[in-house]
């Protein structure tokens, strides 16, 4: 159960990166190309390279959500875990 509960953990984590990357993407091709209150301008959400980069990160959020619900139903107790252990090492380190 360990064992299985890691590769899950794994799986997670590549998951949440690879959405923060779709993001951070996004934000790249739309920085410097937004109005004064902070909305994207209408020919960047036209153009064919935002359109392609939104339509990734909605799938690949999409497939966060329906595996974190999964992933919670299963392996709720050792997550909870987990994130105590991350919470306790990162307050070491600011010490």
């Given amino acids: 159960m360990k064992n299985l509960y890691q590769e899950a953990l794994k799986t997670k ?7 923060d ?9 739309t920085q410097g ?9 209408d020919g960047v959400k036209q153009s064919r390279v935002y359109k392609m980069a ?7 959020s999409a497939r966060n959500r329906k595996f974190n619900a ?3 139903k299963s392996y709720q107790k ?8 991350r919470r306790a090492k990162k307050s070491q380190h600011k010490v």
Avoid at 33 to 40: C, R, W
Avoid at 54 to 60: P, S, V
Avoid at 78 to 85: G, I, K, M
Wanted: no cysteine; aromatic share 12%; glycine share 2%.
């Fill in 54 to 60: 939104k339509a990734h990160y909605e799938n690949l």
């Fill in 13 to 19: 984590d590549a998951y949440e990166r690879q959405l």
């Fill in 78 to 85: 050792e997550y909870r875990q987990t994130l105590a252990d």
């Fill in 33 to 41: 190309k937004t109005s004064p209150i902070g909305l994207t301008d």
């Fill in 21 to 29: 990357q779709a993001s951070q993407y996004i934000k790249e091709i």
């Fill in 70 to 72: 999964a992933f919670i």
